[in-house]
C-alpha cells in the first residue's frame, strides 16, 4: 500500500465562562513524496497544529479578560 497524504487534527474546547464555550479546530492534510517517514510527518504536523490552536485559544482567553475586566470599570 502507497500512501499518498495524510491528515492530522486537532480541537480544543474552553468554557470561557458559563454558557460560553469556544471550540478551536485545525486540520492540516499534506501530500507526502517519496521517501517520506509517516511518524515523522504526523509528529511535526501534530506539534504546528497544536502550537496554532493553543495560541488561538489563548488569544481568545485573553481578549475575553480584556473584555471582562473593561466591563468592570
Sequence with gaps: MKLKEHT????????LQQYE?????ESVTVQLEEG???EEV???LDT???ENVE???L???LQKKMEDEKDDD
Design 8 to 15: 492530522v487534527s486537532y480541537g480544543r474546547k474552553v468554557m
Design 21 to 25: 464555550p469556544i471550540d478551536v479546530h
Design 36 to 38: 517520506d517517514d509517516l
Design 42 to 44: 504526523s509528529a511535526e
Design 48 to 50: 504546528v497544529i497544536r
Design 55 to 57: 495560541r488561538r485559544v
Design 59 to 61: 488569544k481568545r482567553v
